[in-house]
C-alpha cells in the first residue's frame, strides 16, 4: 500500500467510531466486486490496491486487494452494511492523487458492482496546473523542495528546466534551439513547471543561495502529462553556481580543468539486479559528480560512504549493460537506499538472405544520403583500428573531443559554439542499437559493427537528442559478447 492510500485508510477509519465490544455479525455472504480501467492507457489497470472499509455496522472493517491482469477486484463473505470503496495506482499515488471514494449498500446475499476509471491526462494536466490549458504536447513536472541539511521547505528556491526544442525551417532543415526557463517555490516550499515538453529529455536543477544541485533527466510522458518530483538542495555540499560558471568558461577556451568531487556524510546502500532479477555482482555504483566508488559483491550489494546530500544521480554500470541512472534522495548523517535494475545490450540475430546485402540498412542509408553529414564507419574500418576501448575509435573522428578513462571516460562534442552548454562541456549523445544516452566505454569494441557521429546540432537523424552532437552506435548481430 503506497504512503497516500494509507493517508487515506487512516482517514477513513478515523470518521468511524469503533465500537468498544464486538457484537453479533449478520451471516457474512454479501460480495462487492468491480474492475479499474486505466484510461491513461486505455487498458484495464493491473496490480491497482483497493481499499474497502465497513462504515457500518460496527466494529469498523478494513480490506485490501490488488486487481488482476483484467483489472478486477472482489471481495467476499462480507457482512451486509455500508462500505467505502478507494483505490491507488502507483502513478497516482506517486502524484499524490486520490479518486474520491465510493460508498456502497451491500444486503445480505447481493452482489454489488463497483467500476472505477483512472483521471484522464487532461484532468491531472488541469489538477496540476490550474487555468493552464496544457495540449497532449505539453505536460507539468511537480513537487517540493526542501534543505537537504535541515528537512525544512526551501522557500524561494529557484528550480530552472531546460530542453532542447527540434523544428524545421522553410527550407526543410532541421533546426535545433534550446528552451528553458525557471520558476521558484513558494512559502512551502512547492513548485510547479508547467507546458514542458512530453516525451523530451528535461534536465532539472534546483538552485539557491548561489549554490546549485545535480541536474536530473527527467522524462514527462504523452499519455499522463505530469510527474512529481521532490528536490533538495545542501548548501553544505552543493556546487557553488560560480564554480560551474567557471568551469564551462573554461571549456569553451578548451582548457582543462577537473572540477573537485563532490563530498559529505550521507550513506547510500542498494542492491543491483539483473532484468531476470538474478543478482548482478561487479557493477560498477557511483553518485554522478562525487567521490567514491563502490563495485557490487557477489549478491549484487554496494554501500556507498561520504555521499553529498540532497538530490542526486546514482549512475551504475557493467561491461555489456546499458547504462542506469536513478534519482536518490541523500541526507547528511543517514543512510538511504535503493534499488537497480540493469538491462543487457542485446545484439540482434542476423537473417539469412539469398542476396548479400548490409547487416545495418539505417547506417547504410544515412552514409548514402547527401543531406546529411556525419563520419562513418563500417565494420572493417572498426576491426582495423584494433581499439582496446570503445572511445578509442572516435580520438581521431573530427568535431569531438574524448576525455577520460575507462567507464569515466566522456566524449565532448568542438562543433561551433554548441561547444559549451549551459551546464558546462556539452557532452554528445551516445546511442546504441537506438537507446540513447549511454556511456561510450560500456560497450566491448569487438561488438560494434558500425558508427555514425554527428557533430553538429543539426546534422543527425532526427529522431535523437542532439544539441551536442549524436554517435550512433550498432552493434553486431549474430555475435556474442566477450
Not at 72 to 89: C, E, K, N
Not at 205 to 210: C, I, P
Not at 331 to 340: E, I, L
Amino acid at each position: 500500500m503506497g504512503p497516500h492510500l494509507a493517508r487515506l485508510a487512516a482517514a477513513l477509519l478515523a470518521s468511524v467510531v469503533t465500537a468498544s465490544a464486538l457484537g453479533a455479525q449478520s451471516p457474512a455472504t454479501g460480495t462487492i466486486a468491480g474492475t479499474i480501467t486505466d484510461s491513461i492507457r486505455a487498458k484495464p489497470a493491473v496490480g491497482a490496491t483497493v481499499l474497502l472499509t465497513r462504515l457500518s455496522p460496527e466494529p469498523s472493517e478494513l480490506r485490501t486487494t490488488v486487481t488482476d491482469d483484467k483489472g478486477r477486484f472482489r471481495f467476499d463473505t462480507l457482512v451486509a452494511g455500508r462500505y467505502s470503496i478507494a483505490f491507488a495506482t502507483d502513478y497516482l499515488d506517486s502524484l499524490s492523487i486520490n479518486v474520491p471514494p465510493r460508498e456502497v449498500a451491500l444486503a445480505t446475499g447481493r452482489l454489488e458492482r463497483v467500476d472505477f476509471t483512472t483521471p484522464s491526462g487532461a484532468t491531472l494536466r488541469a489538477v496540476a496546473c490550474p487555468g493552464i490549458a496544457l495540449t497532449r504536447d505539453r505536460g507539468a513536472v511537480i513537487g517540493d523542495v526542501t534543505n537537504a541539511d535541515s528537512e525544512t521547505p526551501l522557500s524561494g528556491a529557484q528550480v530552472a528546466v531546460s530542453w532542447t526544442e527540434l523544428s524545421v525551417d522553410s527550407a526543410m532543415h532541421a533546426v535545433t534551439t534550446p528552451r528553458g526557463g525557471v520558476v521558484a517555490a513558494d512559502s512551502q516550499g512547492h513548485y510547479r513547471l508547467c507546458g514542458v515538453p512530453t516525451d523530451t529529455y528535461l534536465m532539472v536543477q534546483v538552485q539557491d543561495s548561489g549554490r546549485a544541485g545535480s541536474a536530473l533527466t527527467l522524462i514527462v510522458g504523452h499519455d499522463g502529462g505530469v510527474i512529481r518530483r521532490d528536490l533538495s538542495l545542501s548548501p553544505a555540499s552543493a556546487r557553488s553556481i560560480a564554480s560551474l560558471d567557471s568551469a564551462a568558461a573554461a571549456a569553451a577556451r578548451h582548457d582543462t580543468i577537473t572540477a573537485p568531487l563532490l563530498t559529505g556524510n550521507a550513506t547510500l546502500a542498494g542492491v543491483v539486479h539483473t532484468a531476470a532479477g538474478g543478482a548482478m555482482p561487479d557493477a560498477e555504483v557511483r553518485v554522478r559528480g562525487a567521490a567514491g566508488m563502490a563495485r557490487t559483491d557477489s549478491s549484487g550489494r554496494f554501500t556507498l560512504t561520504g555521499q553529498p546530500a540532497g538530490s542526486q544521480l546514482l549512475e551504475t554500470r557493467h561491461i555489456g549493460y546499458l547504462l542506469s541512472q536513478t534519482p536518490v534522495e541523500l541526507r547528511s548523517g543517514k543512510a538511504a537506499n535503493a534499488s537497480v535494475t540493469l538491462t543487457r545490450i542485446v545484439s540482434l540475430d542476423s537473417i539469412r538472405v539469398v542476396a548479400q546485402r548490409s547487416r545495418y540498412a539505417e547506417f547504410e542509408e544515412n552514409r548514402k544520403n547527401k543531406s546529411v553529414h556525419g563520419r562513418f564507419l563500417d565494420e572493417d574500418q572498426i576491426e582495423h583500428q584494433h581499439a582496446m576501448q570503445a572511445s578509442d575509435l572516435l580520438r581521431m573522428v573530427p568535431g569531438f573531443r574524448v576525455e577520460g578513462s575507462g567507464l569515466d571516460t566522456k566524449v565532448f562534442t568542438t562543433h561551433g559554439n554548441f561547444e559549451v552548454s549551459s551546464m558546462g562541456p556539452c557532452e554528445a549523445n551516445i546511442v546504441v542499437n537506438g537507446i540513447e544516452h549511454q556511456d561510450i566505454n560500456l560497450i566491448d569494441p569487438v561488438n560494434i559493427g558500425a558508427i555514425e557521429a554527428y557533430a553538429g546540432p543539426t546534422d543527425g537523424p532526427v529522431q535523437y537528442d542532439r544539441p551536442c552532437g549524436v554517435i550512433v552506435i550498432w552493434l553486431k548481430r549474430g555475435r556474442p559478447h566477450r
